[in-house]
């Protein structure tokens, strides 16, 4: 079955950087892009940017662009989103998701989420 | 940007009850509208896809309708399962914007 299992609870001072991992099993890893996701406490979805696990195209949200890396190693079919100078604003749950094409863009499978806190 | 507008923002509703969600586009998305249910602490399930095909394995009592501009989800029948925030998402454009959320609550 299809899974995306991501990497764990990260704390870290405003100015850090973090890494969130996204592990994909259960399909061809190249045959669909992966997208991230994020959601402030108690807020609602935004979303930040998507790889191409084929090409390694990538296209970040204007709000994160400078600050944000997406990768995919194909070899460990792991997708990586990395974000730069945090400040508390970034405080939230990290989605990562499949990008399937139903004749249009959906994210039919999930990570679990990994809370990021942002803290002095 | 699309900016997508949900409502009601919340709503409270009984079992069996028929409830609609509209969500509203800033502009002509066609029919490229997704309907997500998340439940606290989970991650978010896909409902239904282009405005109105049901994904596989949701139940039938979710339907979806609408193209252009205005969007709706419909639940036939309220069943306790189905308290969570429900989301739409436009994917016409390159930035995947998402409504603000409506809460169902279970009277």
């Known amino acids: 079955q299809v899974l995306l299992v991501q990497s764990g609870v990260e704390v870290k001072k405003p100015g850090a950087s973090v890494k969130v991992s996204c592990k994909a099993s259960g399909y061809t890893f190249t045959n669909y892009a992966i997208g991230w996701v994020r959601q402030a406490p108690g807020q609602g979805l935004e979303w930040m940017g998507w790889?191409?696990?084929?090409?390694?195209?990538?296209d970040y949200a204007q709000k994160f662009q400078g600050r944000v890396t997406m990768t995919a190693d194909t070899s460990t079919t792991t997708a990586y989103m990395e974000l730069r100078s945090l400040t508390s604003d970034d405080t939230a749950v990290y989605f990562c998701a499949r990008e399937e094409k139903l004749g249009l863009v959906v994210f039919d499978y999930w990570g679990q989420g990994t809370l990021v806190t942002v803290s002095s | 940007d699309i900016q997508m507008t949900q409502s009601p923002s919340s709503l409270s509703a009984s079992v069996g009850d028929r409830v609609t969600i509209t969500c509203r586009a800033s502009q002509n998305i066609n029919s490229y509208l997704n309907w997500y249910q998340q439940k606290p602490g989970k991650a978010p399930k896909l409902l239904i896809y282009a405005a109105s095909s049901l994904q596989s394995g949701v139940p039938s009592r979710f339907s979806g309708s609408g193209s252009g501009t205005d969007f709706t989800l419909t639940v036939s029948s309220l069943q306790p399962e189905d308290s969570a925030t429900y989301f739409c998402?436009?994917?016409?454009?390159?930035?995947?914007?998402f409504g603000q959320g409506t809460k169902m609550e279970i009277k």
């Open positions: 790889i191409s696990t084929y090409t390694a195209n990538t």
């Open positions: 998402q436009q994917t016409y454009s390159g930035l995947y914007t």
